[in-house]
């Protein structure tokens, strides 16, 4: 069982940044990937940026590509999500996830944290 606990999220105006962290129980470069998926109001979940355990590769859903950086600190096993320019469309709770073998089916899952972006 991996246990992941979220924090960092918050009220921001258009234009302005946040980073959401999000601490794992176990070692952030031993997993197979973590990364993010968001559900605003009304919608699917949709994934949003992993971040590759051995590798340390990344990849992002199109939307956030240039303004959102995914990264990890492994002494600490915790990944990060930079959102820089945000938009009111990003409004979302935002959950930190780990992957076993397919980005896009996630295994575990934190608790989510809130986003909101005002215009």
């Known amino acids: 069982q991996v246990q992941l606990v979220e924090s960092g999220g918050g009220l921001v105006q258009a234009g302005g940044s946040l980073r959401l962290s999000c601490a794992a129980s176990v070692r952030t470069s031993d997993t197979y990937a973590m990364g993010w998926f968001r559900q605003a109001p009304g919608k699917e979940r949709e994934f949003v940026a992993v971040?590759?355990?051995?590798?340390?590769?990344?990849r992002y859903t199109e939307s956030v590509k240039g303004r959102f950086t995914i990264s990890r600190d492994n002494a600490k096993n915790t990944v990060y999500l930079q959102m820089n320019n945000l938009k009111p469309e990003d409004t979302a709770v935002y959950y930190c996830?780990?992957?076993?073998?397919?980005?896009?089916?996630?295994?575990?899952w934190g608790q989510g944290t809130q986003v909101t972006v005002s215009s």
């Open positions: 971040i590759f355990g051995s590798s340390g590769s990344t």
């Open positions: 996830y780990s992957a076993a073998g397919d980005i896009l089916r996630p295994r575990y």
